[in-house]
């Protein structure tokens, strides 16, 4: 199990890959201090799990995620952090994370869930679940299920299509949301995607008919 690391506290960073390194099967093939290392690290190393700070430097744990599965599906991600905050939980979720741990957790339970995902199924710590289990649907974004057969868009993937069909660019949009325009081009690509649409006249009307702009 070929594991990257990313942590922008490098006492955290050596921590973890000294704890990690003493379970059976794990190689630590790569460290990063922020998610756009993190993200090149990807591309040039094989690497089956990451295991990031979901507020990284430069591209946030999420953002990261996203980009990830976008490009390497088979390539799983576990977040790190040190909140219990339901909208992040499924912003995760909702970005492909295949685990969702705190950082107040044992090295007991990180090494199982380095287990649990490595054999393909999904791990959240006990405090996580709880939160999990106060959410109806955690594939859904609060107030936003889009119905007749629609796929379901993300927090941020609303966000976006606001400010696009009010003509904001993508850099214009990258400065208000503080994310890279990389971030934003992926964030267009999926929502044409999931909508299956090839104009903005036709994001205009479908935001209109769902009522996600005034």
Known sequence: MRVLLADDHLILLESLAALLEKKEGVQIVAKATNGLEALRLVE?????IVVSDLNMPLLSGIEFTIRVKERFPHIKVILLTMVEDASQIR??????????????AS????RKALTEVG????Y???DIEKQLSSIPNPDVPNGHEIVDGVPHLTKREIEVIRFIVHDFSSEAIAKQLNVSINTIETHRRNIFKKLRLNTVVGLVRFAIKHKLID
Do not use: H, M, N, T
């Open 44 to 48: 040039e190393v094989p690497i089956d």
């Open 91 to 104: 912003e995760a979720i909702q970005a492909g994370a295949c685990g969702y741990i705190l950082k107040s």
């Open 107 to 110: 090295p007991d339970e990180l």
């Open 119 to 122: 054999e393909g199924r999904r």
């Open 124 to 126: 959240f710590s006990r």
